[in-house]
């Protein structure tokens, strides 16, 4: 049954529009509310991942046709000492190849690498992508003994297969690659280390105090 208005004696037919309008503008309303919730749950689910507890183990990559095989080979000079570094030279010693730039959690994690001692990890090679401008931070934070190399960054990066930065690779005395992962402290790099390099690291730290002390 239709109801009406009655204007100047006409009758004027109204509720039906007006309820289809308010249907209408409800409908709209509950959809943009919803959306709304679920695109808020999504940026809360991303921040969680972003703010991932400090000191919980990262994931390690599961490339297998990196992991266990002969890291690419590279070179360049250090960006603070000039000093020539290449894979060559690093052979029969192990090392953490780190890939940072100039983002937030890189910076954190040369923070961290300020005051590294040498007991906790191998010898240490940062390649900074973005160039000079984009890795200055991580250069004045990066302890003096950790090789910062710029020169071909990105292209090393690809050969090394590194989805985004931070990154590390953990290479043996060998040159073997033998873990890989996106780490956002200092300790889930040390938790990516495998067992035997962190005793061999320290057997090499406990006989060169003992050499020193004997002389």
């Known amino acids: 049954m239709l109801l009406g208005l009655v ?3 006409k009758a004027v037919v109204a509720a039906p529009q007006m309820g289809f309008n308010f249907i209408a503008g409800y409908l709209a309303l509950w959809f943009l509310v919803v959306f709304q919730g679920l695109l808020a749950l999504a940026l809360l689910q991303r921040l969680a991942e972003l703010r991932a507890t400090p000191g919980s183990r990262p994931q390690p990559s599961q490339d297998s046709l990196l992991v266990n095989n002969r890291a690419p080979a590279f070179e360049g000079l250090d960006a603070r000492t000039l000093q020539h570094v290449s894979s060559q030279d690093l052979l029969g010693h ?4 780190l890939f940072l730039s100039g983002c937030e959690v890189c910076v954190q994690l040369a923070n961290d690498l300020r005051d590294i001692s040498v007991s906790e990890l191998p010898s240490v090679v940062a390649f900074g992508l973005g160039g000079l401008s ?3 931070m991580i250069i004045a934070k990066l302890a003096p003994q950790i090789h910062v190399l710029l020169k071909d960054a990105e292209e090393t990066a690809a050969r090394y297969r590194i989805p985004s930065v931070p990154a590390v690779v953990v290479v043996d005395e060998n040159g073997i690659i033998r ?3 996106q780490p956002r402290r200092l300790t889930d790099i040390i938790q990516l280390v495998p067992q035997d390099i962190r ?16 002389r």
């Open 179 to 181: 873990a890989q992962g």
């Open 94 to 97: 192990p090392v953490a190849i």
């Open 199 to 214: 005793q061999a690291v320290a057997g090499q730290v406990t006989t060169q105090v003992s050499g020193a002390i004997a």
């Open 134 to 136: 984009a890795s200055s």
């Open 7 to 9: 204007l100047d004696g």
